[in-house]
């Protein structure tokens, strides 16, 4: 009798060490799957510094991600040419977006070298992250739209979860981790942090977003911050795909510091599958007051 439930622990155990075995040889190849990321930056609104197209053809935030992935077997693709998106994108594993104004309005673009998305081009890229491409925005991509409107909505707007509606001055501002987090820059940081930069007040959420990160108002310079605490850091399910954004990352020497690139870069990593996290809607459980905007001016 003892002698069958030694040997039954035996047969247990080894059976665990072989699960075990084998989800580590999984986490270890989703890592060490190549992915090719498409870095677009053109701006038709404000173009932030760290969108410019420098001489080289690269951008301030391309050359942070660049360097953030370089050991990470991420490769990154810049452009400012939407007509990129009429081509050939299946060989892309995510899209992200540090853009501005209007995708498809080919005027006030900041360089011979920009160029606006055809709407053929934004909904090829829309269909590709439904059928399981991985797409993130980076800060002004909230004050990014398209102009097409379906169900009351532009399509861009619904698609990256938000619209941008002002922001008051540089500053230090605290945000809350909503728990359980999968992502490892979250699970370092606390329940609450404070960091400087430039806080974007948005509106028109949508609800099926699990936000990773509020935005705390009290004590906030400016009339956009005049309003319950809202979603500052997000991701939702489009389709099999997967969708981020991200306020973070106003000015250049943002993307001069690795730690704050890694906030960014974690979604990333995360839109091209390299691990998972829940994206089960809880928007209106944590930022319940989501919807309540700052008094209209005067």
């Known amino acids: 009798m003892k002698r069958h439930h030694i040997l039954s622990l035996a047969v247990l155990s080894a059976f665990f060490g072989l699960c075990t075995l084998l989800y580590v040889q999984e986490l270890n190849a989703q890592e060490a799957k190549p992915a090719k990321v498409l870095h677009f930056t053109r701006s038709q609104g ?41 081509g050939d994108i299946s060989q892309y594993d995510a899209f992200v977006f540090y853009t501005s104004g209007n995708l498809l309005n080919p005027d006030d673009s900041k360089n011979d070298f920009a160029k606006p998305m055809s709407e053929a081009g934004l909904r090829k890229m829309l269909a590709a992250v439904r059928a399981g491409k991985g797409f993130v925005g980076i800060h002004s991509a909230t004050d990014t739209f398209s102009g097409l409107n379906e169900d009351g909505m532009d399509i861009y707007t619904k698609f990256v979860g938000a619209r941008f509606t002002g922001h008051g001055p540089d500053q230090y501002g605290t945000l809350t981790v ?5 992502f490892p820059f979250l699970k370092e940081a606390g329940p609450r942090f404070t960091t400087w930069d430039e806080w974007y007040g948005m509106g028109s959420f949508s609800k099926d977003m699990h936000v990773l990160l509020i935005q705390e108002t009290a004590g906030m310079d400016g009339r956009d911050y ?8 997000w991701i939702r399910a489009e389709g099999d795909g997967r969708v981020a954004y991200t306020s973070f990352g106003h000015g250049n ?17 995360w839109a091209v599958g390299r691990f998972n996290a829940s ?8 930022t319940p007051g989501a919807g309540q905007m700052p008094p209209r001016r005067n």
């Open 226 to 233: 005049n309003r319950p605490p809202f979603p500052m850091t």
């Open 178 to 182: 909503v728990q359980p987090t999968a």
């Open 46 to 86: 404000f173009e932030h510094d760290p969108a410019k197209r420098l001489e080289d053809g690269t951008t301030v935030s391309g050359r942070g991600l660049t360097s953030y992935f370089a050991d990470k077997n991420i490769e990154i693709v810049e452009t400012q040419d939407g007509s990129v998106f009429d």
């Open 253 to 269: 020497r943002y993307f001069h510091n690795m730690e704050n690139v890694r906030r960014i870069g974690e979604l990333v990593e």
């Open 279 to 286: 994206t089960t809607p809880n928007i209106d459980a944590v």
